[in-house]
């Protein structure tokens, strides 16, 4: 005889404690008040985190010399430090590192860092797991949006890097991990408020201090954001731009029917600060027999005009089942050509990680959405076996 149970009326089992890795100063100073210490001490008492947490990279309360034992224990009692768990880690030949971090049950994304970019090496992190855009050249735009990541697990992602490379304290001179690029899964600018919260606890001097002007977000082109993006995070700004005209650009960004390419240019020209130090960069990935012409390559630059800037030539980088293929190597050539004559400097991007699937548009997680009546139907079942 089998005996069936019913769980449905079980209550959803309790999360585990709550980490505070990577959370910001106002949501550490809010954590400090849940404990019962009142503001002025909370915000003394984020800050002394922040700096063990972020710039020491503790991972144990009790290392927390200048907190007081009493406090310490009380701090252990409710909270962790941990990481999300890593689901998976890979590490390519050019010795670019892949993870998959779970950062709740079935809601995974993924982080790429890449050695000898930027100063020293970048990190690129996902601000969603999944995305909403479709673009159709793009791994992650067949996945549906799973949902937005918060700020804490945006910072989680560099806090593992920075685990992995063993960069602790990060005061270091010669660092390894020296810009963020939000280049990863999802679209930024959809997830504004995270984005701008993560910038805050990344570019804090007493914490992970990695400057703003190293860190650049990237976007396909949310028009209305862009010029907010600039006065709340003081970030660099890229553009997925991959067509000169709209007609194409609406068949590979879809976005573009919503924000078309005069839109899209007003906004970045409202981008604060732009000039000679601060350019907005132009990725434009090169798809064979699609985008790849001289004549574009000329429109392109006159495109440009008069906007600071940098261009990104990418190598199409194909993905299982992907329906275009990459421009041919000559032709790269003679359309940066065209590029560099135009006075822009090496516009061609080497493609990195391509055998763990870690390059430019290549990220995709198995997580799919799911109904939160079915995820806690799923953990309780887990649960209980
Ligand atoms: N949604 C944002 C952030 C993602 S950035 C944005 O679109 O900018 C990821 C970058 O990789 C974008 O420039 C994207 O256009 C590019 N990309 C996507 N798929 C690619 C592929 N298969 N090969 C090369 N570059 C790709």
Same mark, same amino acid.
């Given at each position: 005889m089998t005996v069936s149970l019913d769980l449905s009326r079980r209550p959803a089992p309790q999360p585990g404690p709550?980490?505070?890795a990577g959370l910001s100063i106002p949501a550490l100073k809010a954590e400090m008040e849940a404990l019962g210490l009142d503001p002025k001490q909370a915000g003394m008492r984020a800050k002394q985190l922040r700096r063990w947490i972020h710039h020491f990279g503790a991972n144990?309360?009790?290392?927390?010399?200048?907190i007081a034992k009493e406090l310490r224990a009380a701090l252990g009692e409710k909270y962790i430090l941990s990481r999300p768990e890593?689901?998976?880690?890979?590490?390519?030949?050019?010795?670019?590192?892949?993870?998959?971090?779970?950062?709740?049950?079935?809601? /995974?994304? /993924?982080?790429?860092?890449?050695?000898?970019?930027?100063k020293a090496g970048a990190l690129c992190v996902s601000s969603q797991v999944g995305c909403t855009l479709n673009c159709t050249f793009c791994h992650t735009g067949t996945q549906?949006?799973?949902?937005?990541?918060t700020a804490q697990e945006i910072v989680q992602q560099v806090l593992i890097t920075r685990d992995a490379l063993r960069e602790w304290p990060s005061s270091m001179e010669d660092r390894l991990l020296t810009n963020i690029v939000f280049m990863g899964m999802g679209e930024p600018l959809y997830n504004l408020d995270n984005v701008a919260e993560a910038i805050d606890t990344i570019s804090d001097g007493d914490g992970i201090a990695i400057s703003r002007r190293r860190i650049t977000v990237s976007t396909a082109g949310v028009a209305p954001k862009i010029?907010?993006?600039?006065?709340?995070?003081?970030?660099?700004?890229?553009?997925?731009?991959?067509?000169t005209n709209d007609e194409l650009r609406n068949e590979l960004v879809p976005l573009n029917r919503k924000y078309d390419l005069k839109t899209l240019f007003e906004a970045i020209r409202a981008y604060p600060g732009l000039g000679n130090t601060k350019r907005v960069t132009f990725e434009y990935v090169m798809l064979k027999g699609v985008n790849d012409t001289l004549a574009e390559a000329r429109d392109l630059v006159?495109?440009?005009k008069g906007v600071p800037a940098k261009i990104n030539l990418i190598p199409f980088n194909p993905w299982p089942g992907s329906p275009y293929e990459c421009s041919d190597w000559e032709t790269i050539e003679a359309f940066a050509e065209v590029v560099n004559r135009a006075g822009y400097a090496s516009p061609i991007r080497t493609p990195?990680?391509?055998?763990?699937?870690?390059a430019c548009g290549q990220l995709r997680s198995e997580s799919v959405k799911v109904r939160a009546? /079915?995820?806690?139907?799923?953990?309780q079942e887990a649960a209980s076996s």
């Open positions: 709550k980490s505070l144990d309360f009790s290392v927390m010399t200048d890593i689901a998976d880690h890979q590490v390519s030949k050019d010795g670019t590192q892949k993870w998959l971090t779970r950062f709740a049950p079935g809601v /995974e994304g /993924e982080s790429v860092y890449i050695p000898d970019v930027g549906a949006l799973v949902r937005n990541l010029p907010e993006l600039g006065q709340r995070t003081g970030a660099m700004l890229a553009i997925s731009l991959h067509a006159r495109l440009l990195r990680g391509r055998d763990i699937l870690a009546s /079915e995820l806690r139907r799923q953990q």
